[in-house]
Structures are given as structure tokens and as C-alpha cells.
């Protein structure tokens, strides 16, 4: 009954919620936690999907199926599901239990699938040159535009609010905020996947907040986060661009701000000591970013942004962000297919220059084993394959075996070649046939 509710109602209905859960550390909380993220995914925001169906919702949260360009969004759903998550936010940060059942529950995953649904929810706005032409007023279709523009960026607000208080550790558990770090990948774990990773750290006795760190980036949360932002349309107003940026810095430190697009001219020594919060959601920025429009502001923008990066791997910031960064698995990202490895093959992007030089920095200052053989098949791979198309045609069977780059494997677990027979000296087969 509470898809049907009034507001005052739904309002009254969620504190009761908020009261419960954030004092619950038993089976209640999962399966109120559970009640509340299948109400969120049940606020389809199509007009006309409200109560979406058990089947359809299924099907909707596997798939993340993008709605039609023609289908309408009804802000009030809108409305609703950011209540939801302003409520879920305030009990994460009073109860720590909740923040390890959020994420066993798809809480992430939920907050993916909110902004897929809303794609194509927010149309490009007016240019400069049409907001000036006085013959071109405001029509119903560009006040419907801004509203729902208004809607999904609070909606983006609270969101931002929740990944950054599911990652961060209760503060009664903390003596003071330098105390927040995100965990390492000191040691190199070789398998098919990260699920080994992420599964001995649940298994563990970490924080739920590192947990809950270790997931989002074993499983590209923050890729998908901002592909789904991008397909709502929140990147293509210039202003809504800015204001998802300075989310996203500020989930790596409160201090990290951009002014109207551009960077602060302080050089304090109170801003550059900088203890980064959460290292992981560099990611994020950058994935953001990279989906900007190319126009000049945004262009400009996306630099600032890059070189707010760049200053945390500068080289006196070893003693704290830089650190941070390296150990977060950066370099494996940025040189990872699924991720940031296309960035370092295109010259002619604008943010060619800046995706080399972090990667210079941060490989420079530590790397993993596997750091080392990811960058390699990165930029060495490409180099090899070029060297080889250069001679002449090959049949199909030798030019797969030569596309396929052989790398050195550093490790004592590499087997020696068993010694022959033949090669055996004359005195060793005397002695041991007696």
C-alpha cells in the first residue's frame, strides 16, 4: 500500500522505517532493508509502470533495459525513490550492520538500475547563441526539461550522499577523520576474476565500509555509475556537469571542490596534505569525464577536473595521496580493457596527454606483479603487434599465433625442463648403473 500513499503518508511511513532499521542488527534489518530496495525498484519512473510487476521489475534489474526516447517520466516517482534514499543514507550512518546488509541486498546495484531507467530522461539544453535570441522563449517542452533536470540532480544528490556514507566507516567507530583510508591491494592474487578478492575480504573482519570499498571496485561500480548518468542525459547541461564533478571529487575528499568548472588558486598547505577518503572513486571522476560532450566548456572542464587528479600523484604528496592512489589498483585500471586502456590508445582525445602522465606517476611510484604485466600487455602489446603486421602476409593460423603476445612470467613456481638422458654426463649414467 505505500506505492499509493499521500505524501504526508509515505513521509510518516519512512520514518517509522528509518526508526526501526537504525537500531536493528538482526534478521529484521535484512529483511527490511530488502522491503525497502524492492520499493525502490517497484517506483518505475514510466508513467503508467507504477506498480511495476514482479516479472517486469525482474527482468528490468537484470538486464537494465533502457526505456524508449517517447517514454514519459513522472517526477513524482522521482520524488519518492529520493526519499528513500536519503532515509537509507541516515540509517548507514548511524548503524554499521546496515551498511553490510545495503550491499548484500543490491543496494548498489539499485542505485545503477534507478538512472538507467532514466535514460534519455533529460534533452541537451538551449545554446548560448538560442537563450539570447529574444524569438525564442521558453517553450512547455523546455520548462518540462529543467523540472525533470531539477528532479534527477536531487536525486543524483542523495545517491552521491549514499555510496559515500555506505563507504565510510560509522563515526563513533572513528577517532578522527584521518582515521578514513581505503584499502590496499598490496598482495597479487592470480585468478580468472576479483571474486576470490572480494570474497575473502567479506569473509574477514573488516569494516562493512571496507567491504563494501573492496566490492565497488572488484565489480566496476563506479564505470557503470557514471555510463548510467551519462545515458539519463545529467552530463549534457553544462551547470549539472559541474555539479556531478564536484559530487564525485568530494566522495575522494570534502576538500577536493571545483569553482565554477575551474580550480582553486589556493596553495595552502592545509589543501595539499590531503588523507583521500576514498582513493577508489577516482574511477569515478574519471569515467565521468570521459563522457563529457566535447564542446569547449565542457572540454576545459573535464581538464580541471583530470588535473585536480594530477595533483593528488604529485610527487610531495608521497606521504599521503599518492600512496592512496597507487595502492588502491589505479594502474590495473588504467590499463584495464573494460575500463580506462582505450584512453591510452587515442592520441587525438583531449585527455590523451593527462591519461599518460597519471599512469607514468602512479607506475612510477609502486606497482603490483600484476600492475607490471598489465601494463606491459597495455603498452608493449600494441607496440609488438605493430612491429609484426609490418612484414608480409602470413596465412590465418600464424598471424593469430603472432597476435598472441607471449609475456615473461616472473615467479619460482616456473617449472625447469626435465634433463634427458642424452644430456646427462658419461660419469652420472656409470654411477647409476652401478
Known amino acids: 500500500g505505500f506505492l499509493h500513499l499521500g505524501d504526508k503518508a509515505s513521509k ?6 528509518e526508526g526501526m532499521m537504525s537500531k536493528n542488527h538482526d534478521e529484521l534489518l535484512r529483511s527490511d532493508m530488502a522491503c525497502i530496495i524492492d520499493l525502490i525498484d517497484k517506483f518505475d519512473p514510466a508513467v503508467g509502470g507504477s506498480p511495476t510487476s514482479s516479472s517486469n521489475r525482474e527482468a528490468d534489474a537484470s538486464s537494465s533495459t533502457v526505456p524508449n526516447a517517447d517514454t514519459k517520466v513522472d517526477k513524482l516517482f522521482i520524488a519518492r525513490q529520493n526519499a528513500m534514499l536519503d532515509m537509507l543514507a541516515n540509517i548507514l550512518a548511524t548503524n554499521e550492520p546496515a551498511q553490510e546488509v545495503f550491499r548484500s541486498c543490491g543496494g548498489f546495484e539499485c542505485i545503477v538500475r534507478i538512472f538507467f531507467r532514466l535514460a534519455g530522461s533529460i534533452n541537451a539544453p538551449k545554446s548560448d547563441q538560442q537563450e539570447n535570441d529574444p524569438d525564442n522563449g521558453d517553450s512547455p517542452e523546455d520548462d518540462e526539461n529543467k523540472a525533470m533536470s531539477s528532479a534527477v540532480m536531487k536525486l543524483l544528490e542523495s545517491a552521491f550522499k549514499l555510496v559515500a556514507t555506505a563507504t565510510r566507516p560509522v563515526s563513533r567507530n572513528q577517532k578522527n577523520s584521518s582515521d578514513l583510508s581505503t584499502p590496499p591491494l598490496a598482495i597479487d592474487i592470480l585468478g580468472e576474476d576479483d571474486a576470490s578478492i572480494t570474497g575473502t575480504v567479506m569473509s574477514s573482519t573488516a569494516a562493512p565500509s571496507t567491504a563494501n570499498l573492496m566490492y565497488l571496485r572488484n565489480y566496476g561500480f563506479y564505470i557503470e555509475f557514471a555510463n548510467a548518468m551519462s545515458e539519463a542525459g545529467v552530463l549534457l547541461d553544462l551547470l549539472n556537469a559541474r555539479a556531478v564533478i564536484n559530487m564525485a571529487l568530494e566522495i575522494i575528499h570534502p576538500k577536493l571542490v571545483l569553482i565554477d568548472g575551474k580550480r582553486s588558486n589556493s596553495e595552502s598547505k592545509a589543501q595539499d596534505n590531503i588523507n583521500v577518503h576514498n582513493a577508489d572513486a577516482v574511477r569515478l571522476v574519471l569515467g565521468i569525464v570521459i563522457r563529457l560532450p566535447e564542446s569547449q566548456s565542457n572540454v576545459s ?10 595533483r593528488l600523484c604529485a610527487n610531495d604528496m608521497a606521504g599521503s595521496s599518492l600512496t592512496r592512489l597507487a595502492s588502491s589498483g589505479l594502474c590495473s585500471s588504467l590499463t584495464n580493457p573494460n575500463e580506462f586502456s582505450q584512453m591510452l590508445e587515442d592520441r587525438s582525445h583531449f585527455l590523451y596527454s593527462r591519461f599518460v602522465l597519471l599512469l607514468r606517476r602512479i607506475a612510477a611510484f ?54 634427458t638422458v642424452a644430456t646427462k654426463s658419461e660419469a652420472w649414467q656409470s654411477r647409476e648403473a652401478g
Open 12 to 17: 510518516a511511513a519512512l520514518g517509522v522505517f
Open 366 to 419: 609502486s606497482m603490483t606483479y600484476n600492475d607490471f604485466v598489465s601494463l606491459l600487455r597495455c603498452v608493449a602489446g600494441p607496440i609488438l603487434l605493430a612491429e609484426q603486421e609490418d612484414g608480409d602476409e602470413i596465412t590465418n593460423t600464424s598471424s593469430l599465433k603472432r597476435k598472441r603476445i607471449r609475456l615473461a612470467v616472473i615467479s619460482s613456481s616456473v617449472q625447469t625442463k626435465k634433463s
Open 301 to 310: 572542464l573535464a581538464k580541471n577536473a583530470f588535473d585536480e587528479i594530477l
